[in-house]
Nanobody
Framework: QVQLVESGGGLVQTGASLRLSCVVS????????MGWFRQAPKKEREFVAA????????YYNDSVKGRFTIERDNPKNTVYLQMSTLKPEDTAVYYC????????????????WGQGTQVTVSS
């Protein structure tokens, strides 16, 4: 059984930084592309960032480019989302997801999901 467990969310002020982590178990981590999505209240879940299984390719939503960085540590079965210069509009539940495919941008591209971690940015 594949499990994804996120951590690192919290309440911060505008301009602060946070690093989210997601640990994957139950399947070979190196065979999975990894992504982060988020869902704000009363909004649809949206793509935030993704990284290929080698870590050689990364993709970002335009709204987070230059502020967020996705990285992976394959020996640790962990993917990270480093978030800087946080804004109130970044407030959402952040989900880690794993894909056995080579596409990254839609919910349907992902096979496995974590339970989510809340990020709240106060103004």
């Amino acid at each position: 059984q594949v499990q994804l467990v996120e951590s690192g969310g919290g309440l911060v002020q505008t301009g602060a930084s946070l690093r989210l982590s997601c640990v994957v178990s139950g399947r070979s981590f190196v065979s999975l592309a990894m992504g982060w999505f988020r869902q704000a209240p009363k909004k649809e879940r949206e793509f935030v960032a993704a990284i290929s299984w080698t870590g050689g390719r990364t993709y970002y939503n335009d709204s987070v480019k230059g502020r967020f960085t996705i990285e992976r540590d394959n020996p640790k079965n962990t993917v990270y989302l480093q978030m800087s210069t946080l804004k109130p509009e970044d407030t959402a539940v952040y989900y880690c997801a794993a894909s056995a495919r080579s596409s990254y941008f839609k919910d349907d591209d992902y096979n496995y999901w974590g339970q989510g971690t809340q990020v709240t940015v106060s103004s």
